[in-house]
């Protein structure tokens, strides 16, 4: 794989807490290959914007979550 950190932990969280699975790893992997061999502006624009839905649901998601665990 790259070599790159593949996240960065909060602050005064340890970086262990959020270590990716390897069937995680796997798949950023996988998805790093296939942006690297698109060469048409156009893939490349369509797979910028699956990211990017993908991360704001996992923040909306991780969000509800914190919300579900304080007590009301």
Do not use: C, Y
Request: proline content about 10%; glycine content about 4%.
């Amino acid at each position: 794989m790259s070599g790159l950190p593949l996240h960065s932990p909060p602050p005064g969280q340890p970086a262990d807490a959020l270590e990716l699975s390897i069937s995680q790893r796997f798949e950023i992997e996988r998805f790093s290959r296939a942006i690297d061999a698109t060469a048409d502006p156009d893939d490349l624009k369509r797979i910028a914007k699956q990211l990017l839905r993908a991360w704001h649901t996992q923040k909306a998601a991780t969000n509800w979550v914190i919300g579900q665990q304080q007590p009301r």
